[in-house]
């Protein structure tokens, strides 16, 4: 099968911030990054739930160890493709499951459905009947200006963290804390 490429847009804050949620605090920040980086992110997560591409993950994993962030409130390390909110999850479901729909629908229910077959001397007769697999309208809410920006140092970014955090703040790209 093909590879399926496509710009998966998220939302960011009116200053360019994109939201992170801790796989192990599930607390929620922003961290600032280049387009580049958000387009690759975007295509990981939808290639997180493309079953080929998993599999062929899972065996490389030995192999190529992926990158590793930090959370800046709990300073635990996750690989890149755990640090999705939950919103941000769905919205990513719905957009792999409408991409199996439309696969689906146009390699093999339509071609079905246009297909009639008769056999023999014309006694047995195979139709199909089948429903299109149905698509949603993917959506993600508007991202909000809130958190406060953290600069970091260590590795020239920035963050946001909670308004009322006043705890130390782990670095996000580097792990070092502040």
């Keep these: 099968m093909s590879d399926i490429e496509m710009n998966l847009p998220f939302p960011l ?7 992170r949620e ?6 929620e920040f922003k961290v600032l990054l280049e387009k580049e980086e958000l387009t690759d992110l975007a295509q990981k997560g939808l290639d997180s ?19 590793e962030f930090t959370c800046p ?30 696969i689906v629908n146009e390699n093999l229910i ?4 246009r297909t009639s077959r008769k056999y023999g001397s014309g006694m047995i007769s ?26 970091l140092p260590c590795c020239q970014r920035k963050i946001k963290v909670e308004d009322g955090w006043a705890s130390r703040v782990f670095c996000f790209f580097c792990g070092f804390p502040h």
């Design 13 to 19: 804050d009116d200053n360019g911030y994109f939201r």
């Design 110 to 113: 339509r071609p079905l459905k």
């Design 49 to 67: 739930f493309m079953v080929e591409t998993q599999e062929a993950t899972n065996l490389d994993e030995d192999e190529h160890s992926e990158v």
């Design 73 to 102: 409130y709990c300073g635990q390390a996750a690989v890149s493709g755990n640090w999705w909110t939950q919103e941000q999850l769905a919205y990513i479901s719905v957009v792999t499951k409408n991409i199996m729909a439309k």
């Design 22 to 27: 801790c796989p192990f605090c599930c607390k």
């Design 126 to 151: 195979v139709q199909f009947e089948g429903k299109e697999m149905e698509q949603q309208e993917p959506w993600i809410s508007p991202e909000v200006n809130d958190m406060k920006v953290y600069d």
